[in-house]
């Protein structure tokens, strides 16, 4: 019996251009009742071949029949269909032996790496369409079936920040060297790819501040004013911003604050071959909410969770990210004065609830961020008998 492992040696996590490493060993083992009964074949164990590469897997909740997506034609080592969608992309199988023969006891170990493309779709579970990643791993034992393994994968998506044209241009547009100023003293600079630069860019847009103030009316009067520091986060971060009801002119009684996705699903009219975009129900991944009756000024705090998508735009699907606001407005005058020592609170109160959209973008951040939080690496394993 051959018992196959394999493990990701560079995390779970990986953005869209990093390359990963996995680490693969075939051990030949057998059950402790056969220990005193083995044959001359089985003290030697011969694989014909194992092979290893990477599949993107696309699903609908749809009909199969409607999905908008076509499929890439796969080769004989590659696979073809199965229950967790159809395969959209896939990099070229890597051989990693033939004709291996390993005695009872030992073990080989083979490391398959391989980069993924920058600008590949990320891993996404949304309420209509699915992406999902995984190495598959494929042997074949001589005279018996093949047998695949499958190890998932989270990928995060670096192309919404930048161009990639604009990133590789810039790459390529490298100073030579006789232009360069010459100093004995200064360490050999470093070339930048598109990965890099990517990731400069994406510390520039998260860190820079650029606060927004909006003033929040209804038809009655001024609710308040919302002050958001700035438009553009990371995965961890919290969406900070402040709001400020003293100018406001109508009693704002609570207010909710939900972080929502929007799924946007882009078909195609085969009538006009013009692209129709179609959004899906929005849920809610963070929520925030006050009672503000009788506070001239609140703060929002809304973490962003490490497991959502950031937004990203891709031929079948593009998700976005918005802050969805819930106002609480009465006309009345809750506030008892100073003067009324015998004032209750009303039993009935009129009130009207107002909603606000505001789009905030949502990047990617660093996969250590993730995996830090997120439970240990294990090992896979297979046998093959």
């Not at 006891?105 to 990643?133: C, D, M, N, Q």
């Not at 308040?224 to 438009?231: D, Q, Y």
Request: with cysteine; aromatic share 8%.
């Amino acid at each position: 019996m051959i018992e196959l492992s394999a493990k990701l040696t560079t995390g779970t996590v990986y953005l869209a251009g990093e390359a990963l490493e996995c680490c693969i060993t075939f051990c030949h083992t057998t059950q402790p009742e056969h220990w005193n009964s083995q044959s001359h074949s089985d003290i030697l164990e011969n694989l014909a071949w194992a092979s290893a590469q990477i599949h993107c897997f696309y699903s609908t909740s749809g009909n199969s029949s409607e999905k908008a997506v076509s499929v890439e034609k796969t080769t004989a080592l590659e696979v073809t269909s199965c229950d967790i969608g159809d395969v959209v992309f896939h990099t070229k199988p890597k051989i990693l032996f033939c004709d291996l023969t390993i005695p009872l006891g030992e073990t080989k170990t083979f490391w398959y790496r391989e980069s993924l493309p920058i600008e590949a779709a990320p891993s996404y579970r949304g309420t209509t369409v699915k992406y999902s990643y995984k190495i598959t791993i494929a042997t074949q034992k001589v005279g018996s079936h093949i047998k695949m393994m499958r190890i998932p994968f989270r990928v995060l998506p670096i192309s919404p920040i930048i161009n990639m044209q604009d990133l590789a241009a810039l790459c390529g547009n490298e100073t030579t060297e006789e232009l360069q100023p010459t100093n004995p003293f200064s360490e050999e600079r470093k070339v930048e790819t598109p990965l890099t630069m990517a990731l400069q860019v994406l510390q520039n847009l998260t860190a820079r501040r650029s606060p927004n103030s909006y003033m929040i009316t209804n038809t009655r009067g001024k609710v308040g004013r919302f002050c958001l520091f700035k438009s553009a986060y990371k995965l961890g971060e919290d969406i900070v911003g402040t709001f400020d009801f003293s100018v406001g002119t109508v009693t704002c009684m609570q207010v909710s604050v939900s972080l929502q996705p929007e799924e946007i699903i882009k078909s195609k009219s085969p009538a006009k071959n013009v692209n129709k975009e179609s959004s899906s129900r929005s849920m809610t991944v963070a929520r925030f909410h006050e009672v503000t009756l009788g506070l001239t000024h609140s703060e929002l705090i809304l973490p962003i969770p490490l497991h959502i998508t950031p937004a990203f735009d891709v031929n079948e699907v593009s998700l976005r990210w918005r802050l969805h606001f819930e106002f609480v407005t009465t006309n009345e005058n809750l506030s008892p004065s100073s003067e009324d020592n015998d004032w209750n609170a009303p039993l009935n109160v009129p009130i009207e609830t107002m909603v606000w959209n505001l789009p905030v973008k949502i990047y990617s951040t660093l996969p250590k961020q993730i995996t830090q939080h997120s439970v240990g690496n294990d090992a896979y394993t297979l046998y093959i008998k």
